[in-house]
Each structure stands twice: as structure tokens, then as C-alpha cells.
């Protein structure tokens, strides 16, 4: 942490991991203008002790709090604020500043609030310094009842804003994944998403869905991070392959520079499932084995299902891209699907969890089968009373169950979920010895149902154990 001068700003995150810095965080110091020099940025890991991350705040006696809010991190600040509360209550508290996905469509009344004097709602590059500039300038005492500060700041144009890139530090690019962004946005209105909301709240005409970074000062920043020796380069793009040609060009330029260093790196991007066209495939083809890691969100390949979330659903299209994935690149795939969505049985998310298996199995793959939660403000919300959806209240919202899917069956596909990453995943076993392409819902199924019953936990069992006894079972 570079410590702020006495009574200046300072910017925190609770990460999933310690391996995973806040660019958000970053770009906000970075558009401070003049208030840049007077500000900090201090990070911590969701596992970290409480006490390591009140100290350094406490420590540093800011004038601004700025604490940036996700699902994953919403309890954990929670408790961090109530903990600060404890410790400011004989000494000056600071103004705190919430912002982030999290808080940005929480219900006024949600308990985080009270413990927060602004809400920065949506991107807060501009916002967020605006909020800087009046409160140094003015130096106003504790305000009586939180401010959410939105309106023409929602979105912000990214071809004006400053870019971050050179506040990660030495030992970030040594150790750490570095997060980058060509684009912001996502022209799709899929109902689980906040980006649905995001598109309907641009309140400006000059902004489109997806606002893409000028490139070439992009690339150049790209350079100077692999000058630096970056390991793993992850891109927070939604939909990076959605203009082709733009996503060949930065392909291309990664290429490059993996050819020419001694040590190649990792790059990560999301993609499009259906949008794969020849000239992309033979691009991706042509990255080196371990280099390229590609995430892919299938979610769900019932065409029912897909049209009542607003979602786009080729199914066919969209297995035979990734069958030609596995095929003809060296390419490490991420595929997700969505467990929970109204209207989704059991019977149908099992043909889908086959269908993707069928088109990528490999030991190259991953399929992420994640649990569909509520986000604050996601328009899927719409659909709880007709089709019988009951979620947890507390982060990370998840469904508990549905009409189609109840308690039960939920939670034996949690349950499946958590063996398949710790096992296939995770390549402790590669089933294909034993399934194949063949249908492999049902036999893991009853696979993960008997390791829980032998273990009676899906966590903390010891390696070695797991595997004699997934063997043995199949």
C-alpha cells in the first residue's frame, strides 16, 4: 500500500483470492487527476483474518473510504465495516464511499448502507473523483442518511478515461493474474446478468452497449505489461469475440509476442458460443499448448429455457464450434451452464450437461455447472412467482428451489457440481476412460451421491482418498 498523505483517500477490496488485484480500484486512482497523488489502494484476500484488514485501514487514518463491493465480498465487507464501526466510534471516522456490481441495485434498506455515507452507482471513474473533489473541497461532517450518486456518470465514454495499467505493481505482474479490458459492455439482455439492466439504464444516446478501448494505445499498454514479464493476462470483456476482426487483431498481437518471448504467457478471454467463424478458429489454432485459455457461457441448450431469460440459444451451432475447438486448437475451454433456471428440469439439464460433454470431452476442458442466483436488480426476478423460484436472501443468492427443480434435486446438483470440479476439473481422474463421449450425467450423478455418503462432506477429504474411492465406484 502507498500510504495517503493524513486525510486522504483510500481505496479497498476484499479479492476472491490474493492472486486476483482489483483493476476497478485501480482505474478509479487512476481518474482522480490531482487527487491521484493523495491516494491509496490496499487489497485483501477473502480468507485473510479480520484484524489484517481493519489494521491498515485504521492505520491510515483516510479522509475518504472507498470500499468496492461484489457478490463474493458483500459479507465479508459487511463484517470489515462493522468492525471499523467498533474501532471509529471513540476516534474521526472516515466518509465512506461504497460502489461496485453489488450495491450498485441493493435495496436502499440493505443493512451495508448503514454503515456508509455514498453509493457510487454504476461505473464510477468520473463519479467517484466528482465525489472526491466536493467533499475535500467543502470537508462536510457525517451526513445523516446515505447518497446514491448515479445520473450521466453511469456509464462512462472509455476513450476519455485515464487507463491503470501501470499502478499494478512489480510484484502483481510477478505473482498475480493482471485483469484487462478492450471493451466494456454486452449486447445481450440475458435476465440473470446485470447487463441487461446496465443497457437499459444508459441514459445517453452516445453510448452503445459495447463501448470497445482505442486500440492501438491499448496494445501499447499490452506491450509495456509484457515487457514487465505478466504471467497470465485475463480480459474482462463479456463478449470479446462479438467484432471479429477487432478480436483477431489483439489475438494476433498476443501471438506475436508469445513467439518472441523465452517464456510463453497465458491469455484468457471470454467468448461468444456462436460466434466462431472460420478465419477465428484457425487464429486460435494457431496458439501454442498452455497459452490460451478460453471461457464460454452456454448456461443453458434448452431453446425454451434461453428465449424466457432473453438469452440467445443456438444449440447446434454452438456444440459444433466447440467440438471444432477441441478439435483443430490447443485451446483450454471453460464452458458454463446454469443449474436452476425457471422453467428447467432435471431430465433437461442433464441432456444439456451431455450434449457439452459429448462436444468437449477432452482433458483440455472444463464445464463449470454453476447454481443461478438473484442478482439486486436482475430482470430475471420477473419470473419467481410463475415458475415457483425461492432464492436465499443473503449473498450469494442462490435458488433453493424451483417448481421444476426442488429442494432436493438442487442440492444433489451442488453436490454433483463440487465432485465434478474436484475430480474432473481438477484432473484427478480423466473419465473418459471410462465414459467416453457417452452420456455422463446419470453415472456421476450416482457417483457424487455415493461419495457423500461415504464422506459424509464434499470439501476437506484428503486427495489420495478421493481418488481410490471415485475408481473404485466407477
Known amino acids: ?66 470500499l468496492s463491493v461484489s457478490i463474493w465480498n458483500h459479507t465479508a465487507t459487511l463484517e470489515l465495516l462493522k468492525e471499523l464501526h467498533q474501532s471509529w466510534e471513540t ?45 475535500l473541497e467543502k470537508m462536510e461532517g457525517k451526513k445523516p442518511e446515505i447518497t446514491f450518486i448515479s445520473g450521466k456518470s453511469r456509464q462512462v465514454d472509455v476513450t476519455a478515461i485515464k487507463s491503470a495499467y501501470y499502478l499494478y505493481s512489480d510484484e502483481d505482474v510477478r505473482k498475480k493474474l493482471i485483469y484487462v479490458e478492450a471493451s466494456r459492455g454486452c449486447p445481450f439482455g440475458c435476465e440473470f446478468c446485470l447487463s441487461a439492466r446496465d443497457n437499459e439504464n444508459a441514459v445517453d444516446a452516445h453510448f452503445s452497449r459495447v463501448r470497445e478501448f482505442p486500440l492501438e494505445p491499448f496494445l501499447t499498454e499490452m506491450n509495456d505489461l509484457i515487457q514487465r514479464g505478466v504471467k497470465t493476462f485475463k480480459f474482462l470483456d463479456r463478449s470479446f469475440n462479438l467484432n471479429i476482426e477487432r478480436a483477431r487483431r489483439i489475438m494476433e498481437f498476443f501471438l506475436n509476442k508469445i513467439e518472441e518471448r523465452a517464456k510463453p504467457f497465458v491469455v484468457h478471454f471470454e467468448m461468444v458460443p456462436s460466434r466462431f467463424p472460420p478465419e477465428l478458429i484457425e487464429t486460435i489454432a494457431r496458439f501454442p499448448p498452455g497459452t490460451l485459455r478460453l471461457e464460454i457461457g452456454i448456461q443453458t441448450l434448452n431453446p425454451d429455457v434461453a428465449a424466457r431469460i ?71 426476478a420477473r419470473h419467481t412467482a410463475a415458475f415457483g423460484m425461492c432464492y436465499n436472501p443473503s449473498p450469494p443468492y442462490e435458488v433453493i428451489e424451483t417448481a421444476a427443480m426442488p429442494a432436493a434435486a438442487l442440492d444433489r446438483l451442488k453436490n454433483f457440481a463440487r465432485f465434478w470440479e474436484l475430480i474432473v476439473n481438477r484432473g484427478l481422474i480423466d473419465i473418459r476412460q471410462y465414459c467416453g463421449s457417452s452420456p455422463v450425467f446419470d453415472r456421476f450423478m450416482a457417483l457424487s451421491d455415493s461419495l457423500l455418503a461415504r464422506f459424509g462432506r464434499n470439501w476437506g477429504i484428503d486427495k489420495q482418498e478421493l481418488y481410490e474411492a471415485a475408481v473404485a465406484e466407477f
Open 1 to 66: 500500500m502507498n500510504e495517503p498523505t493524513s486525510g486522504g483517500i483510500l481505496l479497498a477490496a476484499i479479492n476472491a483470492k490474493w492472486i486476483h488485484p482489483s483493476l476497478a480500484l485501480r482505474l478509479l486512482k487512476a481518474n482522480l487527476g490531482p487527487l491521484e497523488t493523495n491516494c491509496a489502494i490496499v487489497e485483501f484476500a477473502l480468507r485473510q483474518p479480520l484484524r489484517e484488514k481493519t489494521e491498515p485501514i485504521l492505520a491510515a487514518r483516510p479522509r475518504i473510504l472507498g
Open 91 to 135: 476516534e474521526r471516522r472516515p466518509l465512506i464511499v461504497l460502489g461496485g456490481p453489488e450495491v450498485s441495485y441493493l435495496s436502499p434498506e440493505a443493512e451495508i448502507f448503514r454503515y456508509a455515507d455514498y453509493c457510487v452507482v454504476g461505473e464510477g471513474e468520473v463519479a467517484f473523483r466528482e465525489l472526491c473533489e466536493t467533499i
Open 310 to 380: 432473453g438469452r440467445p440459444s443456438k444449440p447446434e451451432q454452438e456444440l459444433a464450434a466447440l467440438a471444432l475447438l477441441r478439435e483443430k486448437t490447443h485451446a483450454i475451454i471453460h464452458a458454463d451452464l446454469i443449474a436452476g433456471l425457471p422453467g428447467e428440469d432435471m431430465a433437461s439439464f442433464g441432456k444439456g450437461f451431455d450434449s457439452l460433454w459429448a462436444a468437449l470431452a477432452s482433458s483440455s476442458t472444463e464445464i463449470q455447472l454453476g447454481i443461478l442466483k438473484l442478482l439486486p436488480g436482475a430482470a430475471i
